[in-house]
Nanobody
Framework: QVQVVESGGGLVQPGESLSLSCTVSGTIFFNHVMAWYRQAPGKEREFVAQMTSRGNTMYGVSTKGRFTISRDYAKNTAYLQMNNLKPEDTAAYYC???????????????WGQGTQVTVSS
């Protein structure tokens, strides 16, 4: 069983920064990719950022240059540093991890419950 837990959401004003954390726990043989997605009310889920086990990163079009993803591999934790936040960044932010629980086993895409980020003056 694998658990994915996000934290760090909250209410900030436009232009401010916020950092999110995501920790994966449970039976983990290998953690391939950790990624962040977000979903605003009435909108589809949007890709924010991801980081592979080799440290390769990818960002969504709307967050590139303002958001930075990082990982602490020993802690199975990913971070999302969000700078210069805008009202349109308001959304529930979800963390996902692609996990193998056994050597040679299938890769499972595990999702957290989400954390709310609200950017408003």
């Amino acid at each position: 069983q694998v658990q994915v837990v996000e934290s760090g959401g909250g209410l900030v004003q436009p232009g401010e920064s916020l950092s999110l954390s995501c920790t994966v726990s449970g039976t983990i043989f290998f953690n391939h990719v950790m990624a962040w997605y977000r979903q605003a009310p009435g909108k589809e889920r949007e890709f924010v950022a991801q980081m592979t086990s080799r440290g390769n990163t990818m960002y969504g079009v709307s967050t590139k240059g303002r958001f930075t993803i990082s990982r602490d591999y020993a802690k199975n934790t990913a971070y999302l540093q969000m700078n210069n936040l805008k009202p349109e960044d308001t959304a529930a932010y979800y963390c996902t991890a692609i996990i193998q629980t056994t050597n040679g086993g299938a890769k499972d895409n595990c999702w957290g419950q989400g954390t709310q980020v609200t950017v408003s003056s």
